[in-house]
């Protein structure tokens, strides 16, 4: 999925947000960009139009620490998750609602729900195919 955030202020701008659960956006208190990106660059300070503040990537890890973040919704690509999740760890996050293509394992103290979507999906095909064949 690919959200478009509108840039209050600034009509037809948008900050463009790959995530695997669109859902999780109306929970969102910033989008993190890449401040070498040419793309979004001069939006680090601004806010879309739903008031979520456009940051750099490299604020997040401060902002969580300083905010007392205490669950992160995790839906980034399985290469960065888990390097970044346990930065999020060591910052005070206590748990992870993991939507990353790859399970999360922390201590004890850290509560990790990993999400995957592709076998909800399975068995939600599965389910309707058996009540199909019982229908027969």
């Given amino acids: 999925w690919h959200i478009k955030y509108p840039v209050k202020g600034e009509e037809g701008r948008f900050v463009i947000v790959a995530t695997t ?3 999780t956006m109306f929970g969102d208190v910033a989008v993190a960009v890449n ?3 040419d793309r979004y660059k001069d939006l680090i300070g601004k ?3 739903n008031g979520t503040e456009i940051r750099d990537i490299s604020t997040i890890i401060d902002y969580v620490k300083n905010e007392n973040i205490e669950i992160v919704a995790l839906a980034l690509p399985k290469g960065p998750a888990t ?3 346990g930065k999020l760890v060591e910052c005070g996050v206590k748990a992870f609602w993991n939507f990353a293509h790859t399970d999360l394992g922390f201590s004890d ?3 990790v729900e990993n999400v995957h979507l592709s076998e909800s999906l399975m068995k939600l095909t599965y389910r309707i195919s058996e ?3 019982k229908n027969k």
Avoid: F, G, M
């Fill in 131 to 133: 009540k199909a064949n």
């Fill in 21 to 23: 659960r669109p859902e």
């Fill in 109 to 111: 103290d850290i509560i």
């Fill in 35 to 37: 401040p070498e990106d």
């Fill in 47 to 49: 806010k879309t139009v």
């Fill in 83 to 85: 390097d970044i999740a």
